[in-house]
């Protein structure tokens, strides 16, 4: 039996209520003081994302006087070692208020601007642009708390501060809203979950990477929970050609698992090439499993194809 999700959600609720309690610091302050805080490693930051279809604010809280370490390295597969190693054990705490805006803007366009959301569709093809466009996201926003491990990145030879981060740890994440084809859905929604993410942002070379597994728990009893595997790898190397198999490519692959017995009931495959601006497409396969109740949708076409344009800065 599903336990009740009121107490998480009300526990991950009022953590965000203290993040943006905290965000009253000016923002030139912020701006100022960030190079010290991170250089310090002991002391609480604040960290924004903007992203069309991931923005965050997180808040990150260190649980030892450890500084936070430096992982000096070119090699992908070195990073991702030192970031696992040591791991099992948090040293740092990091709150998260998450907002998805292009999946909000399509759930927004079909409920309020059917004309403009139906201008969209592809003659009889039933391929929606702003689907589309929108796709791959079941949840509006999230509160998000994490225990794990903080490292800087820092490539060889490079003596410039920032703030590239890599993390390894526990998450656990709530929301009240689930998206289904573009509609909002009441539903108290938890999620555990085991990553290793981490992000290099420079002039020339941008490279950001989300290993997870995890468990999705509904408390609308028409959605089905599941565990799954994600895999996400993101890279723009403006020294390199434009059609390396591996540099200036994005690759998005998640897979979803009934928990009553294993049956694969979503497959996303999301793949483009980096550059400026970027282009990705890819597919999202929804088994009818995925729901049931009035949900369920015997119907709807299974496959829905996913675009997804953006800037690379």
Do not use: C
């Not at 992982?71 to 791991?87: F, N, V, W």
């Not at 609308?220 to 799954?228: G, S």
Request: aromatic content about 12%; overall charge negative.
């Amino acid at each position: 039996m599903l336990p009740s999700l009121h107490t998480p959600i009300k526990f991950l609720l009022l953590l965000t209520h203290i993040v943006f309690a905290s965000l009253a610091v000016p923002q030139a302050w912020a701006e100022d003081a960030a190079p010290a805080i991170a250089e310090e490693g002991t002391r609480a930051e604040v960290i924004w994302e903007f992203d069309p279809y991931y923005t965050n604010v997180d808040w990150s809280i260190p649980l030892t006087s450890t500084p936070i370490p430096t992982i000096t390295s070119d090699s992908e597969t070195e990073i991702y070692a030192k970031l696992i190693e040591g791991s099992a054990i948090p040293r740092y705490m990091l709150l998260e208020a998450s907002v998805n805006p292009m999946p909000v803007l399509g759930t927004y366009l079909k409920s309020h601007m059917p004309g403009t959301y139906n201008q969209g569709e592809i003659g009889y093809s039933g391929i929606n642009l702003i689907e589309s466009a929108t796709a791959g996201f079941q949840e509006p926003w999230a509160v998000s708390a994490f225990f794990g491990n903080i490292a800087k990145l820092v490539r060889p030879g490079d003596t410039r501060s920032g703030s590239n981060m890599g993390y390894t740890g526990y998450l656990v994440s709530a929301g009240t809203k689930h998206i289904k084809d573009n509609v909002l859905i009441s539903d108290n929604w938890y999620e555990l979950e085991w990553k290793i993410k981490g992000k290099r942002d420079y002039p020339n070379d941008k490279l950001s990477w989300s290993f997870r597994v995890g468990g999705k728990f509904h408390d609308n009893p028409d959605i089905t929970n599941v565990v799954y595997v994600s895999i996400h790898r993101s890279n723009l190397d403006g020294n390199s050609p434009f059609l390396h198999w591996v540099k200036n490519t994005e690759f998005d692959l998640k897979v979803h698992f009934a928990q009553t017995d294993g049956q694969v009931v979503r497959g996303e495959l999301i793949a483009g090439k980096d550059y400026t601006p970027t282009l990705s497409v890819g597919l999202i396969w929804s088994s009818p499993h995925e729901y049931s109740g009035e949900l369920l949708d015997r119907s709807k076409n299974l496959l829905t194809l996913v675009i997804r344009p953006s800037v690379e800065f």
